[in-house]
């Protein structure tokens, strides 16, 4: 059996923006990128991803966050000394 996605369990690209701390532009260059999947559209073309999509992607960023505080632990950024 296929679940329905209702429109309360969906949100917009500004809404997932704001919540991850990213501009909408960053989560269009993901899509671009092919970094993640292509999301759901409305009728008019808004882009709309699940919760589980929403915290794929936080999940993404914050394993990236963890790789840069390791790379600046033992070379840190040029402005930081």
Same mark, same amino acid.
């Given at each position: 059996? +296929?679940?329905?996605?209702?429109?309360?369990?969906?949100?917009?690209?500004?809404? +997932?923006?704001?919540?991850?701390?990213?501009?909408?532009? +960053?989560?269009?260059?993901?899509?671009?990128?092919?970094?993640?999947?292509?999301?759901?559209?409305?009728?008019?073309?808004?882009?709309?991803?699940?919760?589980?999509?929403?915290?794929?992607?936080?999940?993404?960023? +914050?394993?990236?966050?963890?790789?840069?505080?390791?790379?600046?632990?033992?070379?840190?950024?040029?402005?930081?000394?």
């Amino acid at each position: 059996m +296929v679940a329905t996605m209702e429109p309360w369990n969906l949100f917009e690209i500004g809404t +997932v923006a704001r919540s991850l701390g990213v501009s909408a532009e +960053v989560i269009r260059a993901w899509e671009r990128r092919k970094m993640i999947a292509p999301p759901r559209r409305t009728a008019s073309g808004k882009r709309l991803f699940t919760a589980e999509e929403v915290e794929a992607m936080r999940a993404a960023l +914050v394993a990236r966050g963890r790789n840069r505080t390791a790379q600046y632990e033992t070379n840190p950024p040029p402005d930081a000394a």
